[in-house]
C-alpha cells in the first residue's frame, strides 16, 4: 500500500497540476486506505495534496 502511495504522490511531486486535477480523487483514495498505510506515508500524503 505504502508503495503505490508514494508512487502517486511521486508523480504529483513532477507536477502539481496533477493535485489540482485530481487531488480530491487522492486524497479520498489514500484516507481509504489510511488504516493499512504507514502513518509516516500518509502524513506524506496530506503534506503533498495539502489537507
Keep these: 500500500m505504502d ?6 504522490l511521486d ?4 507536477d502539481p497540476a496533477m493535485a489540482d ?4 480523487y487522492f486524497r479520498d483514495l489514500f ?3 489510511a ?3 504507514s ?3 500518509i502524513r ?5 495534496l495539502r489537507q
Design 3 to 8: 508503495l503505490s502511495i508514494v508512487n502517486e
Design 11 to 14: 508523480v504529483i511531486e513532477h
Design 21 to 24: 486535477q485530481h487531488g480530491p
Design 31 to 33: 484516507a481509504s486506505w
Design 35 to 37: 488504516p493499512i498505510a
Design 39 to 41: 502513518e509516516q506515508v
Design 44 to 48: 506524506d500524503a496530506q503534506r503533498v
